[in-house]
């Protein structure tokens, strides 16, 4: 590909977010864009988590594109490496290969107000951009706490997304610290091989049981075949988890009943009352992630697994010794331990109209219009933004409903004509963020009694979307222009020359 000096849109990063974004920028007959990825291949999520027994926990019919079905899933919650194989399939398929730009790692944005247009330095060199579609993550970035001692350690230490493979865990003792959706899939991984493990656990997850199975191949032949039996499959998956949305955020009682088979899903694996007593959460099911996993607490009830009910505190050579005073001596530590999620990197590499970073903008709490679009930041939107997550479906059905938005917005660019920008406006999103933050008052993940990384550090949650899918749909579908500003370029300015593709 000829080196773009200025494109109509940038796309940063290439998971689901970048790759439906650069699909979709096709399909509106877009050519003249780049997408920008610091790794050296796609996938995202699905390329850093390659930890032993990494799969998605939402059904792959329903976590995949819904212009990209595909009959071959050999699982119902299918691995890592098949989910990536799809994204790489996707991106051949949708001929996506010549506009992507791997080793280009984002390292500042700004926008400059005189020519209407983010300027970009990346690792691979300058560009700039009318539009920039930022889909780096809202889970790309790992956080390890600061444990202290920890640099001292002699031995291995490595997080969940970034597994060392050039490490046999035959035969050690490892500590595992967390107890969130990577730590319940590597726990039962790794626990058959190793000759210990201790898992530090803060605070205990709600964990159901996963109805995974093969799927057989007549019914990849059906799906093969006849493709409306996958559309079919999909819709049943979607209705069954658009139903569930109100318990989580209107009715959180209605939630008893699952969490008493929850509870049935501890004591029928578990039959110490101590290792049960330690397993049980305190709060409401729901509040944070319910995790799936059959394999999770008949790992725990093995004779060389030690479950300390408590945070790693401090690392004193080979010895981890929790905040509960107990220790262990250990080979590796495997942080599974989340992410920057309310404290993304990536904004502190922005830098919007007035000067100011995004992380900045952003200091009193995350805010997005519509999830997507921030005053003072010009033509730039984001992918999985605020308060776009889900507790119970599929992250593609907002990356798609964003899709939508993002082609409408970029439609009312070409309607304004000439060089022209949207800027949201403070109160449009003030008032978004306000009905959105609100409807969250009821809702399991602000009243279930437990902290989690939904809510930031004020403990306001940022994060998730308090309705359906279908509700997000709709209030995505279409870009409100009296939601945002237009900017004009003055008069005088004129655009440099652009080199094209
Ligand atoms: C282990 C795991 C399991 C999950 N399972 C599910 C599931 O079952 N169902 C579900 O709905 N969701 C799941 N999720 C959430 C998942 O993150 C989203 O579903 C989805 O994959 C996010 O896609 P994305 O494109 O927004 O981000 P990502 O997949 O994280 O991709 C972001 C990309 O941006 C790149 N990038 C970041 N910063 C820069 C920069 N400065 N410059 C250039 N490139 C950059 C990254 O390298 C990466 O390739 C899971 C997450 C994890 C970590």
């Known amino acids: 590909m000829a080196e773009h000096k200025h494109v109509r849109v940038?796309?940063?990063?290439?998971?689901?977010?970048?790759?439906?974004?650069?699909?979709?920028?096709?399909?509106?007959?877009?050519?003249?864009?780049?997408v920008l990825e610091r790794a050296d291949s796609v996938g995202g999520t699905w390329r850093d988590n390659d930890y032993p027994g990494c799969a998605c926990d939402v059904p792959s019919h329903l976590y995949s594109f819904s212009f990209a079905p595909n009959p071959e899933w050999p699982r119902a919650f299918s691995g890592q490496g098949h989910i990536r194989a799809y994204l790489e399939h996707v991106t051949d398929t949708f001929r996506l290969r010549p506009h992507l730009r791997l080793d280009s790692e984002v390292k500042r944005m700004t926008w400059d107000a005189q020519r209407l247009r983010w300027q970009i330095e990346t690792s691979s060199g300058p560009l700039s951009a009318d539009v920039v579609v930022s889909a780096t993550g809202p889970l790309s970035d790992p956080r390890i706490p600061e444990i202290p001692g920890l640099d001292s350690f002699p031995g291995r230490v490595?997080?969940?997304?970034?597994?060392?493979?050039?490490?046999?865990?035959?035969?050690?003792?490892?500590?595992?610290?967390g107890t969130g959706a990577s730590a319940i899939q590597i726990v039962p991984s790794v626990q058959p091989l190793v000759s210990r493990l201790t898992l530090f656990q803060r605070t205990p997850a709600w964990v159901m049981p996963r109805a995974d199975r093969a799927i057989s191949g007549a019914e990849r032949r059906l799906h093969r075949r006849f493709p409306f039996t996958v559309q079919a499959r999909r819709g049943l998956l979607w209705s069954i988890r658009e139903l569930q949305v109100q318990a989580f955020t209107r009715h959180p009682g209605e939630l008893g009943p699952v969490e008493w088979l929850a509870r049935r899903n501890i004591a029928r694996a578990v039959k110490d009352p101590v290792l049960r007593a330690k397993l049980t959460p305190d709060y409401r099911i729901g509040c944070k992630r319910i995790l799936l996993s059959s394999s999770y607490y008949p790992a725990l009830a093995r004779p060389n697994v030690d479950v300390v009910a408590s945070g790693l505190s401090e690392v004193r050579g080979s010895t981890v010794v929790a905040a509960d005073g107990s220790e262990a001596?250990?080979?590796?530590?495997?942080?599974?331990?989340?992410f920057h999620v309310t404290d993304m990197p990536i904004a502190e590499r922005v830098v919007g109209a007035a000067g100011q970073t995004l992380?900045?903008?952003?200091?009193?709490?995350?805010?997005?219009?519509?999830?997507?679009?921030?005053?003072?930041?010009?033509?730039?939107?984001?992918?999985?933004?605020?308060?776009?997550?889900?507790?119970?479906?599929?992250?593609?059905?907002?990356?798609?409903s964003q899709l939508n938005y993002l082609a409408d917005f970029l439609r009312q660019l070409d309607v304004l004509g000439g060089r022209a920008a949207l800027d949201a406006r403070p109160g449009a999103v003030r008032g978004w963020n306000e009905r959105v933050q609100e409807r969250l008052k009821r809702t399991v993940w602000n009243t279930g009694g437990c902290t989690s990384w939904y809510l930031d550090a004020?403990?306001?949650?940022?994060?998730?979307?308090?309705?359906?899918t279908t509700e997000f749909r709709r209030a995505t579908r279409r870009v409100d222009l009296a939601e945002y500003q237009v900017l004009r370029v003055p008069a005088r300015v004129n655009a440099p020359a652009e080199v094209a593709a």
Do not use: C
């Open 158 to 177: 490595f997080h969940s997304a970034r597994w060392d493979h050039g490490y046999d865990l035959r035969g050690r003792r490892v500590a595992v610290v």
């Open 10 to 34: 940038a796309v940063i990063g290439s998971g689901f977010g970048g790759l439906g974004a650069a699909v979709r920028l096709r399909r509106e007959g877009i050519t003249d864009f780049v």
């Open 329 to 338: 001596e250990v080979d590796a530590i495997v942080f599974g331990t989340g």
């Open 359 to 400: 992380a900045e903008s952003w200091k009193d709490g995350m805010q997005a219009l519509r999830g997507a679009s921030v005053p003072g930041f010009p033509n730039w939107m984001t992918i999985i933004g605020p308060n776009t997550g889900l507790g119970n479906s599929s992250m593609v059905l907002i990356i798609e």
């Open 458 to 468: 004020s403990g306001r949650n940022t994060t998730v979307w308090p309705g359906t």
